[in-house]
């Protein structure tokens, strides 16, 4: 029964592995990393009880709490360009501001590293 | 412009927050009995600190964990796993043995462990927290485009 | 004075744990400096630290020269359960050396760290440099296959940073630390996949224990790959001659301390990492089968010696001159290590001591002539001879050793490698050794020549000032320099050093002999 | 017992379906790789990474080692994407395609490191062979000894930070000096302190400068 569910966790977890090859957009790759991990926590736990080791449910309890941190990360970057703003001051009309002086600034320069 | 704009963010990470900080507590000391140890915690320790970064702003969390801080707590993690070392030492045992740090056997290895892991855990979330710092604090330099 | 005099004079507690704390005092003085606002107790922990250990090595030596073999049970588990802590002639030989070049390093530093560094970066670079200093030793004294790379990733993650500091003076150190970075990284990963084949074929890291329970697996595929893998991990960290490129530019481009530094111990002890698992791990039976030396080493290290000498020919920054020229070294040292005799491995050591000391000098007085002048071109050279004429003595002493003049260590070493070669019929390496010898005069003379020959450059018809270095850096500049004509005069001891090494290396009961007193 | 063989207890069948399992992640490993290297958006190889990370952490944990399935979670999935990330605001947004003529070369190297892997993989002892030498030597001594000489239930930490805590002492410091190198080439204080660096920079090359106009009877700056 166990095994089955987990078998289907690993379908599951293809389809949403073929979302995040194909995109096409921004969202849905956002959407489909999110949903893999989900995917992951469930199929960890499922495979914990599967061979009847309970040491995999931390793995899975830690994946439940860090992939949001991955996922706020992502979308944060996505929509700022930077971390460096506070999410509870920052209103909807900044982030505007903030990518379009970039857009002539920095043309050529792609960082200063290379 | 209003605050609440990103209310249900910020109540959840209010909430998840303490949640992540316990949790690497719990592999930190549990490291003894199942995965886990002051590595991972370390990283758990600082994702906290990142979560707290990224819906509070760097600069808030710079004033909750000062830099001064992270810099200190990367080399006092090393002085505290090598100070076990030199303790065992003038235990007169050699170096590391943590039968020196306790009467009867099993006593001085677990408290060994334990500091040192100790020593792991300062120093993993102190610089997983410098690296954090050093890059997120940078504006934008790049063009913005279509990706 | 006695081996057993000198380790009278340590405490007992010192003495007995001396090989832990050979490492661990440097990387307990590493974090105090990270701590430390200030520079100049940063500083003074580096001093101290790096004063400790060379003591400590020194007592090591002594130990090794009474009892023979030192080893320390790191944490009471005797190995192969524990990491052993294994000193021998080799390794107490390499482990003085790292700590001499520390030490000196370290007084030379403060002058040239104040030229090319920002103040408030300075407590943390002398930590970095701590750390390297750490990891160099490290490699150096564990009997361990997986401790050693531990330890080497420490050196090498020590080095890229201290590389990518010179970006305050040139932004292209970043990408010669980076190139270096990833070329360490895929060194350093081809060294742990050969450690984990060699533990999956014999279940222990333990180096002595290793070699023991590899007799009889020479056959094994996992073991040859494991081998493979490891010669072309340390190969990279060496520079042997195809996997140099990250050199000449992460020592042109990192601050002038760091190069010295890293010219006279980083590839000296991957050199001695990679005899250890030639001689200590591998049976050299085993590596000798296929004619590996004959057909792989010996043919790099006479390419090395010819090809990097004619790059460095060319070369007109003249740290990137001395690159070449460290790549062109460390062939003669592999020709050493290829000959698979007593007397050649024995020669190999020799000229990697002596080449410490030639380019530990060079580096510094090129260090002393930019701090003073800026200048990094051979033209730029032009008159220094008149404006630092202690530097440029020094200078011109170490670029002597280095082409092999007599009365000079370099000389020394180059003769054991002539002998050992002769022994072995090889007149091919002669003939390389004479040509690059040659080579090593052009490319020298060039620079003796516009320093000496040349006037100082004027401005308004008023020639450049007379600018002495600084006398903390002419005391290690000097000292070095006198090391090369003492150990080119009074051999002995560098000579028995090295010999010993090799003989208890590959069980042969001679060594060079002849080259022994020119 | 190993979990492998738990399961084999288990049901007769079952051993079969870890197989299929493990077969399933590794593709979908080899799939997300394949992705990842033909992708040039970084920020879409970002997300792949920690697609590529939980698929890992799962195959540690099919393969019985939590402990690393543990960090690979916790740093691969949590960190390692947020700090992508990070850096990802310093460089450009896609990858360069390289040269034609710079492919070929790599080609080569992958190929004879691959070759020569397969070539050691054919020696190899079994996959969980217990009589391996490294199960069968000190791997069992650490299994037989921790009970009594550490005490901590859980082997892996008894070798990580007692039988081997010397070794982990190293990686503290590797880990120290990462954060070193991050603080010396970078700061702390991100953008602020990077133009400070830069200011002082420029003050130093104009003192540069005027020391060789003062020292030299010609331009030497070019």
């Known amino acids: 029964m166990i095994a089955a569910a987990t078998i289907a966790l690993i379908v599951a977890a293809v389809m949403s592995a073929a979302r995040l090859f194909y995109g096409p957009t921004f969202y849905d790759r956002v959407l489909a990393v999110n949903s893999f991990g989900t995917k992951t926590v469930l199929f960890l736990a499922a495979f914990a009880a599967l061979i009847g080791r309970p040491d995999a449910i931390d793995i899975a309890l830690l994946y439940a709490l860090i992939n949001f941190v991955a996922t706020i990360a992502i979308l944060k970057f996505f929509r700022y360009r930077t971390f460096d703003v506070a999410l509870s001051r920052m209103g909807s009309s900044a982030p505007e501001n903030a990518g379009s002086t970039q857009q002539g600034a920095g043309a050529e320069d792609d960082g200063d590293l290379s | 412009m209003s605050s609440n704009h990103h209310l249900v963010l910020r109540v959840v990470a209010k909430l998840l927050i303490p949640a992540i900080a316990l949790f690497a507590f719990y592999v930190q000391f549990h490291g003894d009995f199942g995965p886990g140890g002051g590595f991972q915690a370390g990283v758990i320790l600082a994702v906290a600190v990142i979560l707290y970064a990224l819906i509070f702003g760097v600069d808030e969390a710079r004033r909750a964990v000062p830099p001064w801080l992270v810099r200190a707590g990367c080399a006092a993690g090393v002085l505290i796993y090598a100070g076990v070392g030199v303790a065992t030492l003038i235990g007169g045992e050699a170096y590391l043995d943590y039968d020196a740090l306790g009467p009867e056997h099993h006593h001085g290895q677990h408290l060994g462990i334990l500091l040192v892991e100790l020593g792991v855990l300062t120093t993993v979330a102190s610089v997983m927290l410098a690296i954090f710092y050093a890059f997120a604090g940078r504006a934008p330099d790049i063009p913005d485009e279509e990706w | 004075m006695s081996a057993a005099d000198v380790i009278s004079l340590y405490p007992a507690f010192i003495v007995e744990h001396a090989a832990p704390l050979v490492v661990v005092v440097p990387l307990i003085a590493a974090a105090l400096a990270a701590m430390t606002p200030g520079q100049r107790p940063a500083w003074l922990i580096t001093l101290g630290a790096t004063g400790a250990s060379t003591l400590l090595a020194i007592l090591l030596l002594a130990q090794t020269m009474t009892q023979g073999v030192v080893s320390y049970a790191l944490g009471g588990w005797v190995a192969p359960i524990g990491i052993e802590y294994r000193v021998d002639q080799l390794n107490a030989m390499i482990l003085l050396l790292v700590g001499v070049f520390g030490f000196l ?31 160099l030793m490290g490699v150096a004294i564990t009997g361990d296959a997986f401790n050693l790379f531990v330890f080497l990733e420490i050196s090498s993650l020590s080095t890229y940073v201290l590389v990518g500091i010179g970006s ?14 990833i070329l360490g990284t895929i060194g350093a990963t081809f060294f742990v996949l050969g450690v984990g084949f060699l533990y999956a074929a014999t279940g222990t890291l333990n180096i002595a224990d290793m070699a023991e329970r590899l007799s009889g697996l020479e056959a094994s595929s996992t073991v040859r790959a494991g081998f493979a893998f490891i010669v072309v991990g340390l190969g990279l960290k060496v520079a042997m001659y195809p996997l140099h490129s990250w050199l000449p530019n992460a020592y042109t481009f990192a601050p002038s301390v760091v190069t010295a530094f890293l010219a006279s111990t980083a590839t000296k002890v991957a050199f001695y990492a990679l005899v250890r698992f030639f001689y200590s791990v591998f049976d050299p039976g085993f590596v000798f089968e296929g004619a590996f030396w004959i057909w792989l080493v010996a043919p790099l290290g006479v390419i090395a010696m010819l090809a990097a000498s004619v790059q460095a020919v060319f070369q007109t920054d003249i740290r990137r001159l001395f690159a070449f020229s460290s790549v062109a070294q460390v062939g003669y040292m592999l020709l050493g290590l290829s000959f698979g005799t007593a007397a050649g491995l024995g020669a190999g050591l020799l000229h990697l001591l002596n080449h410490a000391m030639m380019k530990g000098a060079l580096f510094m007085a090129i260090g002393a002539a930019a701090l003073r002048f800026g200048v990094m071109r051979i033209e730029e050279f032009r008159g220094l001879g008149r404006t630092m004429p202690f530097t440029m003595a020094a200078f011109t002493i170490a670029g002597l050793s280095l082409i092999g003049v007599p009365l000079t260590a370099g000389f020394v070493s180059k003769f054991a490698l002539l002998n050992a070669a002769l022994e072995r019929g090889w007149w091919w390496a002669v003939v390389a050794i004479a040509v690059s010898s040659i080579l090593a005069l052009i490319y020298v003379g060039r620079i003796i020549e516009a320093a000496y020959l040349k006037a100082p450059p004027t401005r308004d018809g008023v020639s450049a000032a007379r600018a002495p270095a600084p006398l903390s850096m002419l005391i290690p500049l000097w ?13 002995g001891f560098t000579t028995s050093l090295a010999c010993n090494a090799a003989m208890m290396l590959t069980g042969d009961g001679v060594c060079i002999g002849p080259g022994a007193a020119p | 017992m190993t979990a492998r063989e738990a399961a084999e207890v288990a049901s007769p069948f079952l051993f079969h ?45 099919a393969l019985d080692a939590v402990d690393v399935a543990f960090t690979e979670a916790a740093v691969g999935a949590g960190i390692s994407t947020t700090l992508m990330l990070a850096a990802m605001l310093l460089t450009a947004r896609e990858a360069r395609r390289p040269a034609a003529g710079m492919r070929i070369a790599p080609l080569a190297v992958v190929a004879v490191t691959g070759a020569a892997l397969l070539y050691a993989t054919t020696d190899l002892p079994d996959f969980g062979d217990p009589d391996s030498p490294a199960n069968a030597y000190v791997g069992r001594a650490y299994l037989v000894r921790t009970p009594d000489e550490v005490g901590t239930p859980n082997v892996v930490t008894a070798v990580l930070a007692s039988y081997r805590g010397y070794d982990t002492l190293g990686e503290t410091v590797v880990i120290f000096t990462a954060g070193l190198g991050v603080m010396l080439l970078l700061g702390l204080r991100g953008a602020r302190r990077s133009k400070y660096a830069e200011a002082r920079r420029q003050r130093q090359a104009a003192a540069r400068l005027e020391n060789q106009l003062n020292n030299s009877d010609e331009d030497e700056t070019s």
Not at chain 3, 105 to 134: H, K, N, W
């Open chain 4, 17 to 61: 379906e870890i197989v299929f399992l493990d077969i399933a992640i590794l593709a979908m490993m080899a799939g997300v790789g394949w992705a990842i290297i033909r992708e040039r958006r970084l920020f879409v190889v970002v997300m792949l990474s920690g697609a590529y990370s939980l698929l890992s952490a799962a195959f540690f944990v």
């Open chain 3, 168 to 181: 305050h003076r040139d932004r292209r150190a970043l990408t010669a630390s980076y190139n270096y970075l």
């Open chain 3, 479 to 491: 000292t070095l320099a006198l090391a090369n004509v003492w150990f080119g005069v009074n051999a």
């Open chain 3, 105 to 135: 390093c370290a007084l030379y530093a403060p002058r040239s760290v104040d030229d090319e560094i920002p103040q408030s970066m300075r407590g943390l670079f002398y930590s970095c440099f701590l750390v390297c200093f750490t990891g």
